[in-house]
């Protein structure tokens, strides 16, 4: 299709004047730059002596969270390992012990290699259990080693809450839906 | 002609040779530092305090390698071009002043020279130095590469194109001195103190000189050879260790002669007020000092100016070279025939080498050319096409 003259912008290109072609003042100009920043303060973070700061949603290591009778939040509801796109949650379910439960996972096992840190199954919980914490220097010397099965994730979750790095984090300071014990109503 | 003794020649050869290669070592350390400071980071600091011992550990790296020759690559050229670099950027310190060389008489008969008295000082640095194109041109032939012959092609007419106005450029001063010998370059430059420097004289013909060193040391701006962007890693592509290491020595130690020789040739080399008139052993030292803080500051420069300028495409390269430099060079040359001509005091030379520098921009902007005009298609507000006309 022919372009129509009027769509059409004819741009000079600008002149450089005679300054800019004795070239000596820009290099004056850009070496001002450059010896500006030598004396800068540096942005590099020197690991591991220092830490970086991560932001407050970073996805790092999961947790199973634990409620305040010290019992693991989880009810097998398996929506966090269909969530997944790795496929690495691994859930085997249980009746629960517990009279305000159905369910409880008796085998959890998160293959950390696997994963791919995207978040989706701390979206997917309903019950809060699975949150994904800022460590993120994790190491292992073995691949079964770095398959974290419930009693790690547990682990995680009692030293992060020690730490005090990352808070439990629940809605509006309750606990959600489907861990609130059964009433005789519903 | 000083007299000739064969231990102090064979002791400042294996001094200097040894604090060349150690200086050439450092300077990776430092053009690394310097790199990463302009760029908002702090350098290699984890080997050895301050990361000093870095060059320790790049020197043990490139010993220890494993020494890949590929197949298909020709042999004897591929072992001699390496070989060919460093030689040639080593000879060409023999006569490069490093210290005071006016030590009179009575003291010990030692010049800071390898080979003082050479009467043909500067035309032996750009002759040997000319010889690295060699280098190149068999490093990327005989690679057997497409990418390492590309960039030894465009190496080698970058280097032939700026040996031109480097020595052109050098003409003024020579004339103006009367002698080829570096030393009494810098006699004569001394006899007047800080107004004697070149410098003064000759502005045009240091930034000249600068900038065709600059090329010849293969250094951005003019690293088109080697740059990685654009040629893999130009002519030294499949070299590995200890080899790739010559060259970069080679490199490192073209930028130290020609530093040494920018101090030299404008800047009075151990010349400096209040140090010259020092005698004795402490005059030695401080001159020394001297001569070095100036090659110093030229090295800290030329890492500077890399991490300020973008690199030259080639075109513009040969362009500069050729239509730039050389007319300009010719023109200074004649300005301080003039001068020698009708015995006008020198220091006329600096007005007439600044005009001469400012019509220069002038005319090159009158020099016709048709304006490049970008072509832009809009369709409402949507950009659709552009071209370059």
Redesign the interface.
């Known amino acids: 299709m022919p ?1 129509a003259a009027g ?7 600008p ?5 800019g ?2 070239y ?1 003042p820009a ?1 004056i100009t ?2 001002q ?3 500006r ?2 004396f ?5 973070v ?1 690991f591991p002596e220092q830490q970086p700061i991560l932001p407050p949603n970073y996805r790092g290591v999961h947790r199973l969270n634990r409620d305040e009778q010290g019992r693991v939040k989880c009810v097998a509801c398996y929506m966090c390992s269909t969530a997944c796109p790795a496929h690495c949650i691994d859930i085997v379910a249980a009746p629960s012990p517990w009279p305000d439960r159905e369910k409880y996972p008796e085998l959890f096992v998160i293959d950390e290699l696997r994963c791919i840190y995207c978040g989706m199954c701390e979206e997917a919980c309903p019950v809060d259990a699975i949150e994904l914490t800022s460590l993120y220097d994790l190491t292992g010397l073995s691949r079964e080693e770095m398959m974290f099965d419930k009693e790690k994730l547990l682990s995680v979750f009692d030293e992060t809450v020690k730490a005090g790095t990352d808070p439990i984090r629940t809605k509006r300071g309750r606990l959600s839906v489907a861990s609130e014990p059964l009433t005789a109503n519903s | 002609m000083p007299e000739f003794s064969l231990w102090i020649a064979i002791v400042t050869i294996v001094v200097v040779m040894g604090g060349i290669l150690t200086i050439c070592a450092y300077l990776i350390y430092v053009e690394r530092k ?1 790199a990463a ?6 350098g290699p ?1 984890r080997v050895g305090p301050f990361g000093l011992l870095q060059p320790l550990a790049d020197g043990l790296k490139f010993l220890l390698k494993e020494d890949i020759i590929p197949d298909h690559v020709d042999k004897l050229l591929y072992l001699v071009a390496p070989a060919i670099a460093i030689i040639t950027a080593l000879l060409a310190f023999a006569v490069v002043p490093f210290g005071p060389t006016n030590i009179p008489a009575g003291e010990p008969p030692y010049e800071f020279v390898i080979a003082p008295g050479v009467d043909i000082g500067i035309v032996f640095v750009f002759a040997v130095t000319s010889l690295t194109v060699y280098a190149i041109i068999l490093g990327g032939w005989s690679s057997n590469n497409k990418y390492s012959l590309l960039g030894a092609l465009r190496s080698s007419a970058q280097l032939i194109s700026y040996e031109i106005p480097m020595g052109m450029s050098i003409l003024g001063v020579i004339l103006l001195t009367g002698s080829l010998n570096l030393e009494t370059i810098i006699e004569q430059q001394v006899r007047h103190g800080i107004w004697g420097w070149n410098i003064w004289y000759q502005p045009l013909a240091f ?1 000249l000189f600068l900038t065709s060193v600059l090329a010849e040391c293969n250094r951005l701006p003019f690293d088109l050879p080697e740059a990685e962007q654009e040629l893999i890693g130009g002519y030294h592509t499949e070299y590995s260790a200890l080899k790739f290491g010559m060259f970069f020595l080679g490199e490192y130690t073209h930028v130290i002669t020609t530093s040494f020789l920018l101090a030299t040739l404008f800047f009075g080399g151990w010349d400096f007020p209040g140090v010259t008139s020092v005698g004795g052993l402490l005059g030695i030292i401080l001159k020394l000092i001297v001569f070095l803080l100036k090659m110093s500051s030229f090295i800290v420069f030329y890492m ?2 890399r ?3 973008p690199r030259f495409r080639f075109d513009q390269l040969m362009g500069l070279a050729w239509k730039v430099m050389i007319p300009l060079a010719l023109l200074n040359l004649v300005c301080v025939m003039v001068v020698k001509e009708w015995d006008w005091h020198p220091l006329w030379l600096l007005p007439v080498s600044l005009l001469l ?2 019509v220069t ?2 005319v ?2 009158w020099w016709p050319r048709p ?9 409402g507000h949507e950009r ?1 096409e552009t071209a370059v006309s």
């Open positions: 372009i769509d059409v912008t004819w741009v000079e290109e002149q450089i004047g005679v300054l072609r004795l000596l290099i850009g070496l730059t450059t010896v920043h030598m800068m303060p540096k942005v590099t020197e | 310097i400071w302009v760029q908002d980071r702090i600091n930034l500077l100016i991490w300020t300028l520098f400012v921009a002038v090159a902007g304006p490049k005009r970008v072509l832009t298609v809009t369709r659709m």
